[in-house]
């Protein structure tokens, strides 16, 4: 069964330094999410992909959070400078919208700690 | 913000049947019921989907009261691989349209 691959599954990185997490989605799934989940609650969205346009970054902390979709296949989410409440996990998704009503599928997700 | 209310958390007995309620009183005409579960440090799992008609897979029975303000999901018999956060979700299937998270219900099944 086709899965969304999401690499590294741990990162611990210390505040003010940079930290990238990948995300492969499933093959032929033209939207991908990345979505941040604070321990205790629902995931959050970040950003939103159609191939390689955003479709929704407007909860994306620009100051410091991009993400990008070059070839509109994998993607990376980075954080530069990470801060102590970037610490969560990072969760990547994919969707095919043509099926009409889609489900989304999800990673495994990085939990990041920044200490 | 999430369009939906369900209970922070609930207990079941394992091998009985797992009622999850979903209060969605604000849902509009086009607007899909969707379950997920999120299996500790794991991603979300897509569960079922339903509109207006009760729908049933291999996993649970979804069950929406006919002026589809509120849903039920059954899991028939739950297992101790069924503890996890279950989330109700609604959305309208357009293009675009994201899924807005919730914080679930945490179901506990007790040996």
């Known amino acids: 069964e086709a899965e969304v691959a999401q690499s590294p599954r741990y990162k611990i990185t210390e505040k003010s330094q940079a930290v990238a997490f990948w995300c492969d989605p499933i093959s032929g799934h033209a939207t991908l999410y990345w979505y941040r989940q604070i321990l205790g609650q629902g995931p959050e969205l970040l950003v939103q992909?159609?191939?390689?346009?955003?479709?929704?970054d407007s909860q994306l902390p620009k100051d410091r959070f991009s993400a990008e979709r070059l070839k509109g296949v994998d993607s990376t989410l980075k954080i530069q400078p990470a801060e102590l409440g970037d610490s969560a996990m990072y969760l990547c998704?994919?969707?095919?919208?043509?099926?009409?009503?889609?489900?989304?599928?999800f990673g495994p997700g990085t939990r990041l700690t920044v200490t | 913000d999430a369009k939906t209310t369900q209970p922070p958390s609930m207990d079941c007995a394992e091998g009985r049947a797992a009622n999850l309620p979903c209060n969605h009183s604000t849902i509009s005409g086009n607007e899909y019921v969707y379950w997920y579960r999120q299996i500790h440090s794991q991603g979300p799992q897509y569960i079922i989907h339903?509109?207006?008609n009760n729908e049933t897979n291999e996993m649970a029975s979804l069950i929406i009261t006919e002026d589809r303000k509120s849903s039920t999901l059954i899991l028939p018999h739950a297992t101790l691989r069924d503890t996890a956060v279950y989330y109700c979700?609604?959305?309208?299937?357009?293009?675009?349209?994201?899924?807005?998270f919730g914080p679930g219900t945490r179901l506990s099944v007790l040996p």
């Open positions: 998704a994919s969707s095919l919208e043509e099926t009409g009503v889609p489900e989304q599928y």
């Open positions: 992909f159609q191939d390689e346009s955003v479709v929704d």
């Open positions: 339903g509109l207006k």
């Open positions: 979700i609604v959305r309208v299937p357009v293009y675009g349209q994201n899924f807005v």
